[in-house]
Every structure is written in C-alpha cells, then in structure tokens.
C-alpha cells in the first residue's frame, strides 16, 4: 500500500508531462534516429534470416550430392539460426510499423499500404509461408531423413519463400524511391529500380549471411576442443568466406546498374549520392568493398600457405593488386564537401592549377574501371582458391585466419549499414521521392469520436 | 516377300541402306539420364525447321528496303499459312536458342567435353556461335523499325575491335551508315554463309558423336571410380557386353563405359522423338496465337521511336548501356574473352573428375558466367515491358 501511494503520484506527474499522443512534428530528427536505427536492426536481422532461408536448402542439397556430412550439420545450424531469429526480427518490425511508423508518420504509412496494398498482402502471407516451412524444415530432419528428397523440397520451398519476401518489400522500397503511376499494381512492381534492387539485395544477402558463417565459425573454431569440431569449423569458416566473396563480387556490376537507372529515374537522389552531401559516404563504400574484396584475398593466401597447398604465391600478388585498386576507388572527385560547394566558390578545376578537383577520383572511367577490377581480381583469387583448396588440411587453420574471418563479417556489416544509410538518405527530405516529404506528413491529428451515448 | 522388301532389298544391294541404318540405330547409349540427352536432338529438329521454313520464307521475301517490309507485310495482311510459316521460323529459332544453350549447360555439368570427346565441344560451341549469328542476322531482315534499330547497334559492336573495327562495320554496313546493302549482305550472311558452314559443322558434330558415344553423366558410371572417402568400390559389371563405341578410346578406362545401357532405338529415338514432337506443337501454338510481330517501316530520321532489343540480345546490349563509352572495347573483352575460355575448356579442364560437384574451380566460374548473363538480363528485362 506505502509503495503503491508512493509510485502513484510519479505516475500522474509522468501523465501530466508526456504527450496525449505521438510526439509528431516535435522533434523530426529524433524521430528519424530512432526509426532509422531500428531499422538497420532489423535490417542486419532480417537479412541474416532470409539469406540463411536460401543459403540453408542449398547446403543441404550440395551436402546430399556430395555425400558429405559436414553441410549436413552447417545446413542443420542455419535451421536452427533462422527458428531463433525469426521472432527477434518480426517483434523488431512489428515494433517499427505499429508503434515507429504508425505513431510518427501516419500520414506516410497509410498512403503507402494504400499504393503497395497488394505487394504489402503477399509480403504477409510470405511470412506466414517462411516461418511455417523454417520450422517444419528445422523439426523434420531427423524423421525425415530417409525422404531427402522430400525435405530438399521443403527446403526449395523456404527457399522461394525468403526470395519472395524480400522481392515485395523491395517493390515497395523501390517505389518510395522512383514512384510510377500508383494505379497500375503491375507498374508498382516493375518500377525503375524494381529489378536493381531485388537483385542487389538477394545477392547482398546472400553474401552477408556467408560471412556471418564465417566470422560465426572462427569463433567457434578457436574454442574448439575436439580434432573433429576444429576441421568442421575450419572448413564451414572458409565456405562462408567463399561464398559471401562470391555473391559479393556480383555486386559491382548489380549496384553500378543501380545507380544507373537511379540517375536515369531519380536524378535528385543520384546527385547527392555522387557529387553532393552523400559523395564522401559513397567513397567510403566503395573504399569498404576493396577493403572487402582484399580480407578475402588475404584470407585465402593464408589458408593455403598455412598448408602449404599450391596458389598461396599469386594469391597474394592479387591482393597487392587489390591495394592499388583500392587506392584508386578512394580518390575523392572534389577536394571539399560537396561538388557544388567547389563549383560556387569557382575552383572548380585540377588540383594543379589551383583547383579542388582530382580527375582521378572520377567516375568514369577511373572508379568504373575499379569496379571492373575488384571484380576480375575477385574472380581470379577465388578460382585460384578453389585450385589450391585440394591440398588444405582442414583443423590446421591458424588464429590469423580466424581474425580475418571476423573482421569480414564487421566490414560486411559496416557495408550494409552505409549503404542502408545511403539509400535512405538520397530521398531526403522525401519519404516518396517527389511525392511526401517527411515534414509534410506529420500533420495528421487523431479526432476524438464522440461517445454512442452521446454524454461523458 | 511382299513388293515392298523387294524394293528395299533392291536399293539395300545398290547402297547398303539396311546396314546404314543398322549402324545408325542400334548402338548402345547411357541408360540413365536420358531425357536430358534429348536436347540435342530437339536442337537438330529446330535447325531443320528453321530450314524448312527459311526456305519457303526465300520464296515470298524480297531482301530490299523498299520491298523487304512490303512482302512480310503482304504475308500479315493477305497470306494466313505465310503467316503461321514465319511465325513458325521466329518461335523455333527463340525455342532453338533456349533448347542449344540448355544442351551446352548440360554438357558443361557433366563434364562430357573431356578426352576423348573435346572436339564434339568445340564444334558444339562452334554451333552455338553460329546459331546466334543466324538470329541476330535474322533479325535485321523484316526491316521494321526494330530492325533497322537492331542493325544500328549491332553493326556497330564490331567496330570496337582494335585496329579494324571500322573496317568490319564499314564491310558490313557498306559504307558508313545502315542502308540497302546492309540489308542485301545480311540477307547473303543468313541464308548463304552461316547454313554454309552451319550444316557441315553439324555432320562434323554427330560423326564425333557416334565416333565416342554418348557419355550421358558421370551418374552413368558411378561406382566405377575411387570414392572420395578414400575406400575403392569395385566397378559394377555393365549389364551386357558393352558395344562399339563403348568403351571409346582406352585412354580413359575409368570412366569409357557406362554401367546401364540401352539402345539407341526405340528406347533412346523414342524420348528424342517425343521431345521433338512436343517442342514443334509449342513452336506451332505460339506462331498461330502469337505470330511474328511486324513494326511499322523503317524509318531513321524518327526520334519518337524507342527501341528494345531482342531477348537474346539483351545481356550484351544491358552490358554495352552500363558502360561507359569509352570503356566499351575493354568491357568487350569480358564477352570475346568468354568465348574463347569456352573454346578452351576441354583443355583447361583435363582432369578425370566429372561429377559436377567435385569440380568447383570449373563450375564455380562456370557458374559466375551464367549467372552474370541472367543477371544482366534481369536488369535489362524492364526496357522489354517498356512500362
């Protein structure tokens, strides 16, 4: 009772000084901070969990044509990733519609279920669809394991599940960034950057939830006690790594397309990205993805010199490779904030001749020719990897390896991190490119229904 | 003996046709797997469509850019068999297209190129450039307005080759721009030149087919190898005394014979058969349903005219859009440089190792390749719809 009078005074003060209702238009950046970083969570969970829904099956029918037990148990531990995860990252979207989304921009939620209703109603049932076939997939296993076959398909079937989902909140996201005429659903789909980004994220996911494995496995490889557990550990590290570096070299091609028709269909968004306030973020990026490119390199000369397997030589000439190249990636264009700061202050020439610009740090063709070759360099050191893979004794992996393991996975998130944060910021100060800004939809106030009986 | 057989036995005696087609049909071919061995006779089936009805197309058309569009034209308006006929040679050679690259893909998995058999892949290879040269140059023929765009650009695709790209697009336009002889040297290349060495590139193809055999998959011959977890399973006795060509040449003992056979006819003719059939009932709906699309008239002072490239075309033309002009020639190098790795590959790959799944440093960039033309066809698939 003595607590009770106690806490009850606190409440009403606290009653007196919240809000009735959402804190709307009070604070639009603590707003955004809020919704943006929870977002990069569920991001960074959600992702994990789709990219596991189609990475998983197709470890499992790789272990099946190759006989071998240990992607068996890999295939095993991301069915077991995806059922404790799963609900982690639906409370966290969940939390972000009902409460973030809904509370602080009505106005936004509302038109946009009403535009995407469709993709929005399929969007659900595919999660109903993913989280039913996860746990069937995961608790069939063993009852099942005399019917592979039959549980390959289980696991195909989450596999076009996860795809789906991420393909029709990708709709919608494409859309808020190069809106069609709403009233078309099928235009709504194949929107401009509908396609770029429905590739660029599954590919993204698809590689991130590698290096996870990665990072997850070097971990557990260093506090392995038994020989088996080391070899398992050794060998599931670099499969993630071989994996995420193989979907991660697709990117380059993926995102330049991106960007492409970002520039061709939202030109506003494309000029921050590449010569306006998001410029040095963007440098930063493709500074990141040599960086990328260059651990895996580092890793797999490693691993087969620890070994003594055959390709460790030239696998390091690709990464001193990779360095020049990512020098090259990092030049900056204009030598102050942004292009238009350089233009308007009239120095807009060579550093040479007085000017702010670096000609080397332009996009085309040096930062084209970058991309071209973070990706043949990555090709080449992930044939010349798999070449030598023969001659690697798995259970001899040195720590050094398993640090780089790691660090990939911390590079990988700080991608995913900058590139979420670039794309959300190239719409500014548009939640829907051209069409609702952020201040302007937050002046919906909820009016009071009178009460049926008509008396308080 | 009735009349017939005695006709038979008369021409038999004349040109030894009864042990001709004894030797075509009865040879042992790898039992499991057949169906994907279809393909190559579907492929076959579809170049001699694309024959048949290409000729009869050679009678109404006229390789000019006055009467070219008129004479497909009169065949929409006025001729429905005309009609159907080049509806029928357009849905073949998009079906051949699709059928040939799925023999390739399946040649490539299970690892059939190798010893003996690395010049079956090369004249596969062969064909399949040939077969795309034939769409391409077919597409310049209706002298539409997609046509004449598809000229434009693909013309000039040559003329980034270091030191006589000019020179080839000039020899193939005819001068500097696309015109009449552009057309009339097109029409030559596709119905002279190509079928020219097309037809003896595919006798070439089956006579080294029938030289080594079909080698199917390595599923064929499992068992018969080391297993990986280093305990040697004894080979299983083939059902019966394998035939000619098996085992093919004893430089691969391992893997010559394949452990279930079964011969070529009626098993083996009857799947290919099937396939075939079924493959020109498709061709045949989507040419009457669909028919061949015939835009308006060429016409190149238009600026209104937005134009799509074909589907086949899509993942170079995606390609030559995404990079910038001045670095066409050096990304054309990622195309010509995959062909001729493709040429290569018998003699890159030699190992004895067929199973797809113990060859990573083949399949892995194998596997780059074709997911770098889906993808860039994905990205250039919305300009399709032109939504």
């Known amino acids: 009772m003595n607590a009770l009078a106690l806490i009850a005074p606190l409440l009403e003060r606290l009653a007196g000084e919240l809000p009735a209702t959402a804190p709307q238009g009070h604070n639009i950046v603590g707003a955004q901070i809020a919704i943006g970083s929870l977002f990069s969570i569920h991001i960074l969970i959600a992702g994990l969990v789709s990219g596991a829904g189609e990475l998983g099956p197709a470890i499992e029918f790789l272990g099946f044509m190759r006989q071998r037990r240990g992607y068996d148990r890999l295939a095993h531990g991301l069915g077991r990733f995806i059922t404790y995860y799963f609900s982690f990252s639906s409370t966290i979207a969940i939390l972000l519609i009902t409460v973030l989304l809904v509370g602080f921009w009505g106005h936004f939620w509302t038109t946009i279920v009403t535009i995407a209703w469709w993709p929005l109603f399929i969007e659900a049932w595919t999660f109903v669809l993913q989280v039913s076939l996860a746990y069937i997939w995961y608790y069939t296993w063993d009852p099942l394991r005399g019917f592979k076959g039959l549980h390959m398909a289980i696991g195909g079937l989450l596999a076009i599940a996860s795809f789906l989902q991420v393909y029709m909140i990708d709709v919608v996201a494409s859309y808020m960034l190069t809106p069609t005429t709403p009233q078309n659903p099928i235009r709504l789909v194949l929107n401009a950057t509908s396609y770029p980004l429905t590739v660029h994220r599954t590919v993204g996911n698809l590689a991130y939830i590698g290096f996870v494995i990665g990072a997850f496995c070097a971990i557990r490889f260093v506090r392995a006690k038994t020989v088996q557990d080391k070899a398992f550990y050794d060998w599931a590290g670099s499969f993630g790594l071989l994996w995420g570096i193989s979907m991660t070299l697709l990117q380059p091609i993926v995102g330049y397309s991106y960007a492409k028709e970002i520039q061709l269909h939202a030109y506003g968004s494309w000029y921050k990205m590449m010569l306006g306030t998001l410029s040095p973020v963007f440098l930063w990026q493709i500074t990141l993805l040599g960086l990328m490119f260059l651990t895996a390199t580092i890793y797999f000369a490693r691993r087969l010199r620890t070994n003594g397997a055959r390709g460790a030589g030239l696998l390091k000439v690709m990464a001193v490779g990779l360095v020049l190249t990512t020098l090259l990636a990092a030049q900056p264009y204009h030598l102050g904030f942004t292009y238009a700061a350089v233009a308007s202050a009239g120095l807009d020439r060579p550093f040479w001749e007085g000017g702010l610009i670096n000609p080397l740090g332009s996009m085309i063709p040096w930062k084209v020719l970058a991309l071209m070759s973070y990706t043949l360099i990555a090709i080449a050191a992930v044939v010349w990897y798999l070449r030598g893979l023969p001659g690697v004794v798995w259970g001899a992996a040195r720590r050094g390896e398993q640090r780089l393991l790691m660090l990939m996975a911390v590079l990988t998130i700080l991608m995913m991190v900058t590139m979420g944060f670039i794309r959300e910021n190239s719409r500014a100060p548009f939640l829907i490119s051209g069409e609702m800004t952020i201040q302007g939809q937050q002046n919906v106030q909820p009016t009071v229904s009178p009460s049926p009986s008509g008396g308080g | ?387």
């Open chain 2, 1 to 387: 003996m009735g009349r017939l057989d005695a006709v038979y036995d008369w021409f038999d005696e004349r040109t030894a046709v009864r042990s001709l087609v004894r030797k075509g049909l009865y040879e042992a071919v790898p039992k499991r797997g057949a169906w994907f061995y279809t393909l190559g006779s579907a492929t076959l089936v579809l170049i001699l469509l694309q024959l048949v009805t290409g000729i009869f197309l050679t009678l109404v058309y006229v390789p000019s850019v006055t009467e070219g569009w008129a004479s497909l034209n009169y065949l929409k308006q006025h001729d429905a068999f005309g009609s159907i006929v080049r509806g029928i040679h357009l849905w073949s050679a998009y079906i051949l297209l699709f059928v040939i690259g799925l023999h390739m893909v399946r040649t490539f998995f299970s690892g059939s190129y190798k010893r003996p058999r690395e010049l079956n892949w090369v004249t596969g290879v062969g064909l399949f450039l040939l077969v795309l040269v034939m769409a391409i140059t077919g597409a310049f023929l209706p002298w539409d307005q997609a046509a004449y765009w598809t000229a434009v650009v693909v013309t000039n695709v040559p003329a980034y080759t270091p030191f006589i790209g000019s020179f080839i697009r000039a020899l193939w336009r005819g001068g500097d721009f696309v015109g009449p002889i552009t057309l009339s040297r097109t029409f030559g290349i596709h119905v002279w030149l190509i079928p020219a060495i097309l037809f003896p590139l595919i006798l070439a193809h089956l006579a080294l087919l029938r030289k080594h055999g079909e080698f199917g998959s390595y599923v064929n011959y499992r068992g018969a190898y080391r297993s990986r977890e280093g305990v040697d399973v004894p080979p299983v006795p083939p059902q019966r005394p394998i035939e000619p060509p098996y085992p093919a040449v004893p430089t691969d003992e391992l893997w010559a014979a394949p452990l279930e056979t079964e011969d070529f006819f009626p098993f083996q003719t009857f799947k290919d058969g099937l396939v075939s059939v079924v493959l020109v009932i498709v061709v045949f709906l989507l040419a009457v349903a669909i028919g061949a699309p015939l835009e308006p008239i060429a016409d190149p002072s238009t600026t209104s005219y937005t134009p799509v490239p074909e589907w086949f075309f899509l993942p170079l033309d995606e390609l030559l859009l995404l990079v910038p002009q001045q670095l066409i020639p050096l990304a054309l190098i990622v195309p010509a440089g995959g062909v001729l790795l493709l040429l290569a590959l018998p003699f890159i790959d030699r190992g004895p190792e067929r199973n797809p799944f113990e060859r990573p440093a083949v399949m892995v960039p194998g596997g780059f390749a074709v997911l770098f033309v889906i993808i860039l066809t994905l990205l250039g698939s919305g300009r399709l719809f032109n939504l």
